[in-house]
């Protein structure tokens, strides 16, 4: 479920280019969007988007990921799941492209320090004090970076020294999905608590009070969709989606996500019309998933998972994956999909190539702790 | 839940990430008397008595002259055709007399005097002393839904209540039946002795009959002080409700009837003897010969040293941090504490801290909307907060500040803050002030602050696994240990 939406705007870009080297700016262009939208709990990269065609994959999720049976094949390797269908059309129209087995350097398990590592960009978590999409802004060919973050705080990855202001949405999200089966377990053995919860629970049911997964976030996408079209919209955007920690029942929660997850992309892609050409959208998580299920029916902390490069701007069509394999020796640990495709040099490299900057300048930039560099083969058309 | 623990949420108002905690709890208690301020900082923007009468006064005269005019008009002066059709056009709020008064004595009164209470319990460091203050506002409550009174609420609390929390009962008592505030919202104000001057003069003028008002008198003695069936009649509510005529606002009224009155018109007390009901009252058998003022003074110093107020005090007071059925035993030490003393409240808050009841392991309390919202705000850290958003998120838990509906107050007991509902909305909430805290709160360290020793292991479980720093906060706020104190 979506709660928050993040908006850096960059206008008056003229001037401020003219004082940058030319060459590090021969493809900049202010009327390029970039959206980051970050799945906060860990989704799970398995099923999003199911190496099918591996053949240790149906012994290792065996009635685990039925979805994928209605899913689109992208290949003959990899399926994606069923829920992401707008998302299909756009691979279809060569407008979305999935990187496979990828993770940040994070090794960890704990979802505040791999989302700190996501957001600041450093190799470990609070080492740096400020977040990536920040220090993006002081990369770009514009003279007021003005940013604007549509929500009552700012995330980590767009904290900084470059100005943020807010705008939180009059009406605010009701409390995640998620936070309310947290809840549910926390009071499970208090017998007053227990009780009223259920009461509570049962009652907003029959009121409609809960919303139903997919209409919340694509509401909330053409908002920021109408914030980022046309001359005067904002540059870039970020977009937080909570819910993805799936520890029991993935099955039916994870495509409820994904739902949701659809529908914010297909709301950016309607909302932004023309410039939806010049716009790059990057999903991306703290980390994985298991890759074997666990006895409830979910799966537990991983590593490796799945990036999303989407938008006309994307050279998309296609899965990029230096396949790990799914043998116990090939899983990290002997439990996770292994990371072969760092994310912060995926991110780098897509940015560099979007904004037509040189990959080592971004690269050094915004993930200074790195010792990589920016991914190198085509990502944007 | 430890000692320190207790001392800081059941006691206190909830620790902030901060607090040092307190080396020996019940010294750390007691040290708030002394240190105690009646007018920190955080009530500073408080708008001045003066100007909250002002407003009332002027709101009370426009209405007299619209009642007027409306009068004269009425027999068939009505302009025909066009004044409908005018009505119906465009209510100018400038020219509402209520609208206006409304606006401007929520915005300015109630919102600010709200946010200056809220700020003041955000930033003590002697939060028993304030949980004492919100205690005895609940006790003496006045409700803003009835209108005059929505301004006035808040200068009961900060000018009444906090001068005198550690002071003896009876002078509180005092200076809470003087207060406007008490007098306009128990109808004190314009209650009429039917053989005082005023009184006489208006049954020879056979005018519309203004006359006794018991309405404070008997919440004085049914809330305020005995208590309800304590062995006091209704001739006696009709005889204290006599005494009591001439208590009244200076400033209230203008024009002819502000001369009976006398005082100033700045909305200070007055005694106003032409209101007054002459002779002596007898009042459970004792006979109260004073004249004017001192009567209803004497009366009030007796009901203070009545032992059926200790043991109404007494019951409440342990209600409050011993429990919803409060334990006989501590009920009666408190009661002998206040009956020994002749009602000193640090006494009687003194055997209130060495009550081993109110130190039991376990939570105690269930906590109300108020309590909670500010334990959650102070274990965030957060000092202040917009006061429209903090009207609206009392509103939504149920527990709107100064606004209990009667003169009875809120509840003390869970059951009437423990249901589904409320439940729900306290989750709201605490997504909505974690979502402001933003990751710089790390609900895994502030844990073992706000509740030390009292984590269990399934919060500090469901808060380590939580997908968001924000959601771990969340988890924490709402925690089976941070919902109770």
Known sequence: ?381 | MLDTAIALNRFGLGARPGDTPPADPKSWLTAQFSRFQPRPQALAQVPARSTVIGQLADYIAQQRMDGRAKRQMQPASLPTGAAPAQADAKPDPQADPLRRFLRQTIREDYLTMNSARLSAALTTDNPFAERLVHFWANHFAVSVDKLPVIGLAGLLEFEAIRPHLFGRFSDLLLAVEQHPAMLVYLDQAQSVGPNSRIGRIVAMRGGKQRGLNENLGREIMELHTLGVRTGYSQADVTEFARALTGWTVSGLARGPASRFIGGGDDGSFAFADALHEPGERVIMGKRYPQQGEAQARAILADLAANPATARHISTKLARHFAGDDPPAAMVDRLTRAYVASGGDLPTVYRALIDSPEAWAAQPLKFKTPWEWSVSALRAVGQTQIDPQAAIAMLNQLGQPTWKPGSPAGWDDIAASWAAPEALMRRVEIAQRIASKAGSSVDARAIAQKVLPGAVSDATRTAIARAESPQEGLALLLVSPEFVRR
């Open chain 1, 1 to 381: 479920m979506l709660s928050r939406r993040f908006f850096l705007s960059a206008g008056g870009a003229a001037v401020a280019a003219l004082s940058m080297p030319r060459m590090a700016f021969a493809r900049a262009n202010t009327s390029r969007r970039f959206v980051f939208i970050i799945q906060r709990g860990a989704a799970d990269g398995l099923s999003i988007l199911g190496p099918t065609g591996d053949p240790l994959h149906a012994g290792l999720r065996e009635g685990f990921d039925q979805n994928l049976a209605n899913g689109t094949r992208l290949g003959s390797f990899f399926t994606l799941h069923p829920a992401l269908a707008q998302t299909a059309k756009l691979y279809a129209a060569n407008q979305a492209l999935f990187v496979h087995a990828v993770a940040s350097p994070y090794r960890d398990r704990s979802h505040f320090d791999g989302q700190n590592v996501l957001e600041t960009g450093g190799s470990s978590a609070y080492q740096l004090k400020d977040g990536w999409l920040n220090r993006l802004l002081g990369l770009l060919p514009t003279g007021d970076t003005k940013a604007l973050a549509l929500s009552d705080t700012v995330p980590m990855a767009l904290r900084g020294s470059n100005q943020v202001s807010s705008y939180a949405p009059s009406k605010l999200a009701g409390p995640s999905d998620d936070l309310l089966q947290r809840v549910a377990a926390l009071y499970e053995p208090d017998q007053q608590l227990h009780a009223l919860w259920n009461e509570a629970v049962a009652t907003r049911t029959m009121a409609g009070g809960v919303e139903a997964d997919g209409q919340n976030g694509a509401a909330m996408a053409s908002v920021a969709a109408k914030l980022l079209a046309g001359d005067n919209g904002a540059r870039i955007a970020m977009i937080e989606t909570n819910g993805w920690d799936t520890h029991s029942g993935q099955q039916g929660r994870l495509a409820a996500q994904l739902r949701n997850l659809d529908g914010i992309v297909g709301a950016l892609n309607t909302g932004l019309g023309a410039d939806w050409a010049n716009t790059l959208v990057i999903v991306a998580t703290e980390f994985g998933r298991t890759a074997r299920p666990n006895g409830t029916g979910g799966t537990d902390h991983g590593e490796a998972s799945l990036a999303m490069l989407l938008g006309g701007a994307v050279a998309g069509g296609k899965v990029i994956a230096d396949w790990p394999g799914l043998s116990t020796a090939a899983l990290y640990e002997g439990r996770d999909l292994k990371p072969t495709i760092d994310l912060d040099a995926l991110i780098a490299g897509a940015l560099a190539q979007h904004y037509g900057i040189e990959p080592a300048r971004v690269m050094t930039r915004l993930f200074p702790e790195s010792r990589g560099s920016a991914y190198g083969k085509p990502l944007i058309a």
